[in-house]
């Protein structure tokens, strides 16, 4: 990139200059008018979500290059139209910039949006552009899901099994490592690589649709409960069980994390990593113990069975082999924002 453009303001060229700048990373046939219109096909639902992104909070230079930003923005986005059982349409952008920003850095947050994007074959549709104290990022996502497919909080029964489509606390400790380089010295390269690369650069589970409509697709329509793990999987577990007036047992040594875990981190901060660490965007389900086992076989290694729905409201940490006491678990034990 020539040296001049990439130490060009945002204030230097002004919001036209940078809405034309960002349009190249959006298809010409949608964007130009007030509103994007996106088609959807007969029978469908559609999905909207939103997330707000603030340096300082979500996103870190010290940890987190503008391109792996925007993988996260656009896959935090990505991973909740995953949880309702949506696929993904198109997203738009809101952007709240300092004057004195880079242009590079924004267009390489969006090269990092984009890149996230391709994968599931989603555009950016629109969106605007402000001016902030802070960088800001907030971007709506759109899906379509068959209404007999949606997945929903409130749809936990008793019995159920509660499944994790892959491990937990990857996320967390590739930050850890990141922030503090002196952790993990007998971690290999490779091993320090993929926790980092689990922070920097996640990925959304819309690859759990298509198998959950394999496996269903012979039977009635059979509701599931679920929620991504984006604030942490003991946050995913109770949020489902108050949304569906129910309680959960969850199995300590069920819960899988990153075989480096092993050699690296002791047993009860490596369950805290799991439980709170957040930032997986893995997804927690809820469905018969049949169809439980025959999903877990599907997703292959990381995903587990790891509880049981039960009755009551209380959500309990047991130890099977009772080396560990019961333990409740509650939303204050993990990231709740003013709270910090």
């Not at 020539?2 to 919001?15: A, P, T, W, Y």
């Not at 298809?27 to 939103?50: K, M, R, Y």
């Not at 923005?73 to 349409?89: E, K, R, V």
């Not at 936990?156 to 499944?163: C, F, K, T």
Request: charged share 15%.
């Amino acid at each position: 990139m020539n040296s001049e453009l990439s130490s060009q303001q945002v204030k230097d060229i002004g919001e036209q200059g940078l809405l034309e700048r960002l349009q190249r990373f959006c298809p010409p046939e949608i964007i130009g008018d007030d509103a994007a219109v996106l088609e959807t096909l007969p029978g469908q639902s559609l999905v909207v979500t939103t997330d707000v992104l603030v340096d300082g909070v979500h996103f870190s230079n010290l940890t987190t290059s503008p391109e792996d930003a925007g993988w996260r923005a656009a896959a935090a986005n990505l991973s909740d139209l995953a949880a309702m059982g949506a696929s993904p349409l198109g997203i738009t952008v809101g952007l709240g910039l300092p004057g004195e920003l880079r242009v590079s850095w924004v267009e390489r947050l969006y090269q990092g949006m984009t890149e996230c994007l391709q994968k599931y074959n989603t555009l950016i549709v629109g969106g605007d552009v402000v001016r902030s104290p802070v960088t800001t990022l907030a971007i709506t996502a759109f899906g379509q899901v068959n209404p007999s497919q949606i997945i929903r909080r409130s749809a936990a029964v008793v019995g159920d099994a509660i499944v994790v489509t892959g491990v937990h606390g990857a996320s967390h400790a590739g930050l850890e490592l990141l922030l503090h380089s002196e952790l993990g010295q007998n971690l290999k390269d490779a091993e320090r690589t993929a926790l980092t690369r689990a922070h920097q650069r996640p990925q959304p589970r819309l690859d759990v649709l298509p198998i959950l409509q394999k496996i269903f697709a012979s039977s009635c329509p059979i509701p599931i409960a679920g929620m991504d793990s984006s604030d942490g999987l003991a946050d995913a577990i109770i949020q489902i069980c108050r949304a569906s007036g129910v309680g959960a047992i969850l199995e300590r040594r069920q819960i899988p994390v990153p075989k480096t875990f092993n050699h690296w981190l002791p047993q009860e901060q490596a369950l805290a990593y799991a439980l709170y660490g957040g930032e997986d965007f893995e997804l927690v389900l809820c469905l018969p113990q049949k169809l439980a086992s025959t999903l877990v076989q599907h997703l292959g290694e990381g995903a587990a069975i790891v509880g049981k729905i039960t009755s009551g409201s209380t959500v309990l940490l047991h130890d099977e082999q009772k080396k560990f006491p019961d333990q409740v678990l509650s939303l204050s034990q993990g990231f709740q924002h003013f709270n910090q």
